[in-house]
């Protein structure tokens, strides 16, 4: 959870315009002068890994630098950010919703290279890492224009509702296509198309900047098992009581593994806590192994419908769906699961009743706002099926699935194409799961962790497992 926090506060210190009544014009010489202007691709070393986005420089004459990252979007707030160039010492300041941060680097002809930390005696030690820069030689920019109209294309073909949840697609070309064409520079130009595709009011829907990736920045490491390994963790939690932590929905057969061998410990307990908390998401294999071992028998878990199924449904909204008459899905991989959708536009997904032993005892899963995309769709599972019950508060409310669109000029569309009800057919998507036992959040102790030990421990006799 603390990497995830400052991987996506970091992520934001940079966001879009901050600085001074210079304007963001600044002339080429000005730009050589201070050897900074332009696009770079951007490596910070994060507690447990690394992250590398690209990042758009503008630099003023005064020497006041407007920084942004076109990377994809985060989920922190900024209030106020400054930045600057004396020399070759770049300084950025931010006041985010985690707290105050500052970067400190030293610019070495097309490389750079620092230090961020959290402002402050004591957090300076305890919340900071190395940042370096290498200035991108091999970006090619598209006229704007061209990128605009590439990406309102990929909207008007396979945007999940047909309706673009109200949207008139007409005026919105007209009204923001004479602007994006006079966009100065990147920044500016990302801030456009963010605002404008805001108007969708829809998650999973993002633009920016693909990033180049540079073995000399040393970039993250390919996904591989070790990365289920880090994000599936279990232990005890009380003598009766275990306790599995999911940070992200993994897909593969490494992911399906790791949930065999965290419930084959798990099981000799009566209780079993799950936390999702500030769980992001991800794709199908650890939540469907997971169901395997939380249903007893094959169920449907939720179904899911792109435009091409209306289509070939004869339906103008996913509502108007007969789920019954849906086609089954009941295998554990995001690229079997897109071929079907592909060949057939809309399925129903079954999980339940496929592990050697499922667990029998009592399970509490935590989740909390910070909870996105397919654990919401897990959430909404447990919640319907009564495999477990929910403690903690209202899930993001951020239930789709996305693609990610390569569009001309090194961008990236994120482009939501599924809509996805539950069983019950209830909508997740802007409205989220409400736990059903809620608990307010409170600084310095985890009120979660509390309220699911003491209902386990209330209800301990009604549990009924027959062996462990």
């Known amino acids: 959870m603390l990497k995830a926090i400052i ?30 202007g332009g696009r770079w691709n951007v490596v910070i070393d994060m507690p447990g890994g690394s992250y590398e986005t690209p990042v758009e420089f503008v630099v003023a004459p005064t020497g006041a630098v407007t920084t942004t990252v076109l990377g994809p979007l985060g989920t922190f707030r900024i209030d106020s950010t400054l930045g600057r160039i004396d020399g070759n010492k770049l300084t ?41 820069g290498l200035r991108d030689h ?42 994006v064409a006079a966009a100065r520079n990147d ?24 990033p180049s990736w540079s073995k000399e920045l040393h970039p993250p490491s390919a996904a591989g098992a070790g990365e289920s390994e880090e994000e599936i963790t279990w232990r005890e939690l009380a003598p009766a009581v275990g306790y599995l932590r999911v940070e992200s929905f993994d897909d593969g057969p490494q992911a399906v593994v790791r949930v ?64 019954a008459a849906l086609p089954v899905f009941r295998g554990y991989y995001a690229e079997d699961l897109a071929r079907e959708m592909a060949n057939k536009g809309a399925l129903m997904l079954t999980t ?69 009800r539950t069983p019950r057919g209830v909508e997740v998507e802007g409205k989220g799961v409400e736990p059903d036992i809620a608990v307010t959040y409170r600084e310095g102790e985890d009120a979660d962790i509390a309220a699911a030990l003491k209902f386990l421990e209330t209800h301990a006799s009604t549990f009924q497992k027959k062996e462990f």
Request: some cysteine; charged content about 25%.
């Open 260 to 323: 065999d061998g965290a419930f084959a410990e798990l099981s000799r307990y009566s209780s079993l806590v799950i936390d999702l908390r500030g769980n992001g998401g991800g794709s199908l294999s650890a939540a469907m192994r997971l169901g395997d071992y939380l249903l007893p028998n094959s169920q449907p878990v939720g179904y899911f419908v792109s435009r091409a199924g209306l289509i070939r449904n004869q339906a103008r909204s996913i509502d108007q769906i007969n789920s």
């Open 7 to 36: 991987l996506l506060s970091f992520c934001l210190v940079m966001v879009s315009a901050f600085l001074s009544a210079e304007p963001v014009a600044m002339a080429e010489e000005e730009d050589a002068r201070h050897g900074l």
């Open 92 to 132: 950025l300041d931010a006041e985010t919703s985690f707290g105050k941060l500052k970067i400190n680097a030293t610019l070495e002809g097309d490389r750079l290279r620092g230090e961020w930390f959290r402002d402050g005696f004591i957090t300076r030690f305890l919340f900071s890492g190395e940042i370096r």
């Open 187 to 210: 920044g500016e130009f990302l801030s456009l198309m963010r605002t404008m595709l805001g108007e969708f009011r829809t998650s999973h829907l993002d633009f920016f900047a693909t």
């Open 352 to 420: 339940g009743g496929r592990a050697e032993r499922a667990y029998r005892g009592g399970v509490v899963v935590l989740i909390d706002e910070n909870c996105f995309s397919a654990s919401e769709a897990f959430a909404s599972v447990v919640k319907e099926t009564r495999a477990a019950t929910l403690i903690g508060r209202r899930t993001n409310g951020a239930m789709l699935s996305a693609i990610a669109l390569p569009v001309e000029g090194d961008w990236t569309l994120s482009l939501p194409v599924w809509d996805f």
């Open 138 to 179: 091999i970006h090619v920019g598209k006229p704007y224009r061209q990128v605009f109209d590439a990406v309102l294309h990929h909207i008007d073909s396979a945007f999940y509702r047909p309706d673009f949840n109200g949207v008139k697609m007409q005026a919105l070309r007209r009204r923001y296509g004479t602007r």
